[in-house]
């Protein structure tokens, strides 16, 4: 399993590799969508205008992946890396947080989407099951695969000095700021919504996937399907009303697991699992026994 540990095991991936992994997240993402923004003649008569769908937005939105993936590389090696891409096989949780990703949060989509009057109003956005698929898979391979480095690298680091509450409102700062030049560019998702909601929504499910990821111990697949889950392009528009469940939503998991969020014992400090390390049914069962 992937525990918190101490001494030269636990340093195997630097606290300071935060830096490197925030330059190089922020740099890539930022400077593609710069260029956009301050040069959008030129960058369309070159790449294309950009859309949600515009390989270059892939590319900014993989920025935190790619970070992570060149650190790990080059402070552990390949074999670090095929490490650390293990954690993609932990799935075992608490039935109760699969209830949550598969049956809550639509729910809470489904009741922001009811405040703001659009449930019955909006027909389902497919005609037919090609469309649908194909929308799913692109869901799928863009905004989960920032787990890599969010989950992956930045929050087990910032564990290793904060209680996993502090580092997940921490966190939620720094991704939700990291997602703003998209705000600021027509042909994206994000152009059509207001940041502030936005914002507030991020760090409040920041809260959510930490308790996730701790109970999970160190999972990297579960907040991606978490992520999945809230770009999901089936549930209703609740754009900005979907803020105020998640972050009821947050109150709660942050109470539930009060004992372990405000706590460093049970989080997950490591980033690379020990070679020798072997995934045992009881260490991915129940996670951290509380969770909501």
Known sequence: MITATSGADNRQIPIISLLPFLLITFGLAWGILALFIFLPDQMAE???????????????????????????????????LRRYLSRLLIWRCSLVW?????????????????LKGNLFA????????????????????????????????ALPLLQRKLAPVWAALILGIIWGFWHL???????????????TPFFAGTIAVSLIVTALFNASRGSILLPALMHFQLINPVWPDAQPYDTIFFIAAAALVVWFNRKTMFTKGSAVTEVIPHAESKVMPHDLGSGTGNAS
């Open 46 to 80: 070159i790449f294309g205008e950009l859309t949600g769908q515009h390989p270059l937005f892939f590319l900014a939105v993989y920025a935190p992946a790619i970070a992570a993936f060149i650190v790990i590389t080059y402070i552990s090696g390949l074999g670090g």
């Open 98 to 114: 699969y209830a949550f990703l598969i049956i809550g949060i639509p729910l809470l989509f489904f009741g922001g989407s009811a």
């Open 122 to 153: 909006e027909a389902f956005p497919f005609a037919s099951i090609q469309p649908l698929l194909i929308a799913l898979l692109l869901v799928a391979i863009k905004g989960p695969i920032e787990e890599f480095g969010w989950r992956g690298l």
């Open 181 to 195: 030049p998209a705000f600021l560019l027509s042909g994206t998702q994000q152009s059509d919504w207001s940041f």
